[in-house]
């Protein structure tokens, strides 16, 4: 899993963000998660079962008889599975694919809804949503934006994250995807002169 950005990354992505706006009258926002949900119910099915395996290898075994000490087992597995995050990291991986980007996807336009509300009614607006846990990466934009901006352009915004982060790192590819993203709205949504707002870079730690 790419690892989130430090302060210092932060910072830098900040400052071409405010680069980038300097451009275009759109607002732009980057929302990096480290996972976009506990995904409590899944870790906990797959931590039930390997602790039953491991309950059911004892008594076979012999190593372990008594059913107190069995239940124990049965009940420590999934314990550690959702309370250590490498593990419950891990458990990701055996996830359905299909399930981690709806859940990334719902995170998402939650993310966006959020930002829309802090926001005036009709001002452009470019999110662009990463959730490191599921490997997700998508672009929400407001209904100004999507008139005037293909989908296909949106797409090469996120191919420019996407292309870079695995070379380059995060921060890195971050920032070329905004840059890219306010090279494509200034087209559009030239500056005006009114001022943007602090830099909106979120990042989700839970």
Do not use: N
Request: charged share 20%.
């Amino acid at each position: 899993m790419v690892k989130a950005f430090s302060s210092d990354d932060r910072a830098a992505l900040e400052q071409a963000l405010i680069q980038a706006e300097r451009q275009t009258s759109a607002e732009i926002a980057v929302v990096v998660a480290k996972a976009s949900d506990d995904y409590r119910a899944i870790v906990m099915s797959y931590g039930l079962a390997l602790g039953s395996f491991f309950a059911l290898l004892l008594w076979h075994c012999q190593g372990v008889t008594e059913f107190p000490a069995l239940l124990s087992v049965q009940l420590v597995v999934p314990a550690l599975l959702s309370f250590v995050p490498p593990l419950r990291h891990f458990c990701l991986r055996f996830a359905p694919a299909r399930l981690l980007r709806h859940r990334a996807a719902q995170r998402a336009a939650a993310e966006y809804l959020h930002l829309e509300h802090h926001l005036p009614a009709q001002a452009p607006v470019l999110l662009l949503y990463v959730s490191l846990a599921e490997r997700y990466a998508h672009i929400y934009t407001s209904r100004a934006v999507h008139e005037k901006i293909p989908g296909r352009e949106l797409h090469a915004v996120v191919a420019t994250l996407t292309s870079a982060v695995k070379s380059e790192g995060l921060k890195a590819a971050l920032t070329k995807a905004v840059e890219h993203a306010g090279e494509m709205l200034k087209g559009s949504f030239p500056a005006d002169g009114r001022a943007h707002g602090p830099a909106h870079v979120v990042e989700i730690k839970g």
